[in-house]
């Protein structure tokens, strides 16, 4: 089966940095994603990892180990338009599928 | 700019009736999916499509049916609805890919009651 594993809901302050980690066993491999979503809206892409190492966009990173079956969403200097759910996705097969992970619930104190 | 719509926001429906979910895109994408995301259990797929009238099962088929007639329409059938199909339901599409970061972009999501 399918297993994506992320914690349920992390709070920081703002201005802080927080790793939301994400571990996962699929039956295939082709690529990570992770996706923002603000409550009752529809997931909006962040990023793309196929490769191990660190992808860096402006203040959003991610990180792919495969070997480990092991990624993670960095956020620096926390906004409080930044709280919301983070999915962590796999691409299971080469044509596009993806399996979502439960999500984890960002919360951005002042 | 990237275009998914789903035809309706909020929908309510009684025990029983049928129940069609419309997706539309305008990006020419090949693949597209239906997911629904119930609170602490994420994104579920439902169904997806390859191609034009073609049609694939995802993890969590059962009670829908779906159609793919054009390249840029993929509805959602609720044959018979129940109450445990009250979720928020959402259409993505994406590009047919071998190897890219092409992701998938979702729409706006509906969602829908069974009472």
């Known amino acids: 089966g399918q297993n994506i594993d992320q914690p349920t809901e992390m709070t920081a302050t703002e201005g802080a940095i927080v790793q939301i980690n994400c571990t996962y066993q699929?039956?295939?491999?082709?690529?990570l994603f992770w996706y923002q979503q603000h409550a009752g809206e529809a997931p909006t892409f962040l990023s793309y990892?196929?490769?191990?190492g660190l992808e860096e966009k402006g203040r959003f990173s991610s990180f792919l180990s495969r070997s480990k079956g092991y990624s993670y969403l960095l956020l620096k200097e926390l906004q409080m338009k930044d709280s919301a759910s983070y999915l962590c996705a796999v691409r299971t097969d080469s044509w596009g599928k993806l399996q979502f992970g439960a999500g984890t619930q960002v919360v951005v104190t002042p | 700019d990237v275009k998914v719509t789903q035809s309706s926001r909020y929908l309510v429906k009684r025990t029983g009736e049928k129940v069609f979910l419309e997706c539309v895109q305008d990006?020419?994408?090949?693949?597209m999916f239906w997911y629904r995301q119930d609170p602490g259990l994420g994104l579920r797929l439902i169904y997806f499509?390859?191609?034009?009238?073609?049609?694939e099962k995802g993890d969590i088929p059962e009670g829908y049916s779906v159609s793919r007639e054009k390249k840029e329409r993929f509805s959602l059938i609720l044959e018979s609805a129940s109450t445990n199909q009250t979720s928020m339901y959402l259409c993505?599409?994406?590009?047919?890919?071998?190897?890219?970061?092409?992701?998938?972009?979702f729409g706006e999501g509906s969602w829908l009651t069974v009472v």
């Open positions: 699929t039956s295939g491999f082709n690529g």
């Open positions: 990006m020419d994408h090949e693949n």
């Open positions: 499509s390859y191609d034009v009238k073609m049609k």
């Open positions: 990892n196929v490769l191990d």
């Open positions: 993505a599409s994406s590009l047919f890919l071998r190897s890219s970061g092409n992701t998938i972009y």
